[in-house]
Nanobody
Framework: QVQLVESGGGLVQAGGSLRLSCAAS????????MAWFRQAPGKEREFVAS????????SYGDSVKGRFTISRDNAKNTVYLQMNDLKPEDTAVYYC???????WGQGTQVTVSS
C-alpha cells in the first residue's frame, strides 16, 4: 500500500510560481510511473504531467507545456511539480497519483489570482 501526500499549494498571483511536492510512504514509488492531475470546480479531472519510474520520460498536458516541470527523487520517495507563469485558469485541486496502481493523494489547492 502506498500513501501519497501532496503539499506546496496556496494562493499566488498570476505570473507567479509554486512548487508542489508529493511525498510517498508505505513502500517505494521507485517502480511506478507517477503523474499529476488537477480538477477545477465544475470541471472534469485533467491530466497535467507524468514521469516514468526512472525519471527518463516526461509528458505534459497541452495547457501546461513550457510552464510546468515534473521531476522525482526516488531516494526521497517524492515527486515534484514546478509551476511557473501561473494563470488564473490553473486554479484547481492538484492530485498526485501512481495512476496505474490506483494510488492517489488527497490533493492540494492551488489558487491563482488575476
Amino acid at each position: 500500500q502506498v500513501q501519497l501526500v501532496e503539499s506546496g499549494g496556496g494562493l499566488v498571483q498570476a505570473g507567479g510560481s509554486l512548487r508542489l511536492s508529493c511525498a510517498a510512504s508505505g513502500r517505494t514509488i521507485g517502480t511506478y510511473d507517477m503523474a499529476w492531475f488537477r480538477q477545477a470546480p465544475g470541471k472534469e479531472r485533467e491530466f497535467v504531467a507524468s514521469i516514468g519510474w526512472s525519471g527518463g520520460h516526461t509528458s505534459y498536458g497541452d495547457s501546461v507545456k513550457g510552464r510546468f516541470t515534473i521531476s522525482r527523487d526516488n531516494a526521497k520517495n517524492t515527486v515534484y511539480l514546478q509551476m511557473n507563469d501561473l494563470k488564473p485558469e490553473d486554479t484547481a485541486v492538484y492530485y498526485c497519483a501512481a495512476y496505474a496502481a490506483g494510488y492517489w493523494g488527497q490533493g492540494t489547492q492551488v489558487t491563482v489570482s488575476s
